[in-house]
C-alpha cells in the first residue's frame, strides 16, 4: 500500500498525432498510361472535327465546277464583247443607210437610196446575224447578253427586208410597210441596248470594268443609253 498522503504516481502519457502514411508515388506506368489516354482523346477529338468540318467530296467537286465555270465564262465575255464591237462596226453603215431611208417622221426616205445600197445592208445584216450563230452556253447572265444582241441583228435583218419590200409598192400599202420598218428599226435598237448593258454588268463583274458597246440612237427612240463611266473602270 501507499504511504497515507502518497497518491500513486501517474505515468503521463502523450498523445501524438498519427502522421498519415506517405502517399504512394505514381508509377511510371500509370503516368504513361494517362498521356497516352489524353493523346488519344485529343486525336479521336480532332477526327470528329475534321471529319465534320472537311468539305465532302460531292462539295469538292461542286467546287471544282464553278471554279471550271467561271474561268470559262470570263472567257466568253471577252469574247463576245469583241464579237458585239465587230457587229456594231458593221451595222452602223446599215443604221446610216436606214436614217437616211426611214426618216424619223415616217416619211419616205429620198430617191438617192439606190437597190445597190439596200442590198449592201442585207448583206451585212446577215453577216451579222450569222456571228452571233450556234452561241456556246454561259452563265445567265452572259447568255442574256449575247441573246439579246443575238435577237436585235435578227431584228434588223427583218428591218432591211420590210423596207426592201416596201420599196416595191405604192400608195398607202408602200406608207404602212416604211412604216413597220420604222418601228422594228426602233424595236432592233432597244433590244441591242438592253444586251449592251447587259454586257456591261457582266464586264465589270468578270474584272474587265465597264465596256461600252452601245448603237447611236435618237432622243425619243427610248432606248438604253451608256452611263459616263470611262472604259476599263470598275466603277458601278
Do not use: C
Not at 508515388?25 to 498510361?33: C, M, Q, S
Not at 466568253?76 to 464583247?81: K, S, V, Y
Not at 458585239?84 to 426618216?103: E, M, N, Y
Not at 416619211?107 to 449592201?120: I, L, N, S
Amino acid at each position: 500500500m501507499s504511504a497515507p498522503g502518497n497518491r500513486p504516481q501517474e505515468v503521463a502519457t502523450i498523445n501524438r498525432p498519427r502522421q498519415p502514411a506517405p502517399a504512394r508515388p505514381a508509377t511510371r506506368g500509370r503516368v504513361l498510361a494517362l498521356a497516352f489516354a489524353f493523346a488519344l482523346g485529343a486525336l479521336v477529338a480532332g477526327g470528329v472535327v475534321f471529319g465534320v468540318t472537311r468539305p465532302s467530296s460531292i462539295e469538292q467537286a461542286a467546287d471544282r465546277i464553278r471554279a471550271e465555270s467561271a474561268l470559262r465564262d470570263r472567257t466568253q465575255i471577252r469574247t463576245l464583247t469583241e464579237l458585239a464591237r465587230d457587229t456594231r462596226t458593221r451595222l452602223l453603215p446599215v443604221l446610216d443607210g436606214l436614217a437616211l431611208a426611214l426618216p424619223g417622221d415616217g416619211a419616205a426616205g429620198p430617191a438617192a437610196v439606190t437597190a445597190a445600197d439596200v442590198e449592201k445592208w442585207r448583206q451585212a445584216a446577215a453577216a451579222a446575224v450569222q456571228g452571233f450563230a450556234d452561241p456556246p452556253s454561259g452563265e445567265t447572265a452572259t447568255n442574256v447578253a449575247r441573246s439579246s444582241l443575238a435577237s436585235a441583228v435578227r431584228q434588223f435583218a427583218t428591218t432591211v427586208d420590210t423596207y426592201t419590200m416596201a420599196r416595191d409598192l405604192t400608195g398607202p400599202a408602200r406608207a404602212a410597210a416604211l412604216d413597220l420598218a420604222a418601228r422594228q428599226r426602233a424595236d432592233a435598237l432597244f433590244t441591242w441596248s438592253i444586251g449592251a448593258t447587259a454586257l456591261d454588268a457582266v464586264n465589270i463583274d468578270a474584272g474587265y470594268g465597264h465596256q461600252h458597246v452601245f448603237l447611236p440612237t435618237s432622243p425619243g427612240e427610248g432606248a438604253l443609253t451608256p452611263d459616263t463611266e470611262p472604259e476599263g473602270s470598275h466603277h458601278q
